[in-house]
């Protein structure tokens, strides 16, 4: 079992930045990629970002490109998200995910372990 512990999130303004973490721990496997997510109130669950084990591989949804940068430690199992010129509309609940196998995907099924998740608000 794997367990996910994000950390980060809060309240900002517009235009601000956060930096959200999320912690692996238990039984990962040797190479695994890692990915975030968002789910605002009444939206379904979105593709934020994911980046493979080396981290040579990194993938980011259109909404959130050249804003966002996705990175790790695997010395440390993990993940970083950090959120730059934020807008209202990246008001979230901001989840980590692992996908035990090493590609990138942006479909949320295809991951295989969840956090609980870190709420983002960013007040206009």
């Known amino acids: 079992q794997v367990q996910l512990v994000e950390s980060g999130g809060g309240l900002v303004q517009a235009g601000g930045s956060l930096r959200l973490s999320c912690v692996a721990s238990?039984?990962?496997?040797?190479?695994?990629?890692m990915g975030w997510f968002r789910q605002a109130p009444g939206k379904e669950r979105e593709f934020v970002a994911a980046?493979?084990?080396?981290?040579?591989?990194?993938a980011y949804s259109d909404s959130v490109k050249a804003r966002f940068t996705i990175s790790r430690d695997n010395a440390k199992n993990t993940v970083y998200l950090q959120m730059n010129s934020l807008k209202p509309e990246d008001t979230a609940v901001y989840y980590c995910?692992?996908?035990?196998?090493?590609?990138?995907?942006?479909?949320?099924?295809?991951?295989?372990?969840w956090g609980q998740g870190t709420q983002v608000t960013v007040s206009s």
């Open positions: 980046i493979t084990w080396s981290g040579s591989g990194a």
């Open positions: 995910a692992v996908r035990r196998l090493n590609s990138l995907s942006v479909t949320h099924t295809n991951y295989d372990y």
């Open positions: 238990g039984r990962t496997g040797s190479s695994y990629t």
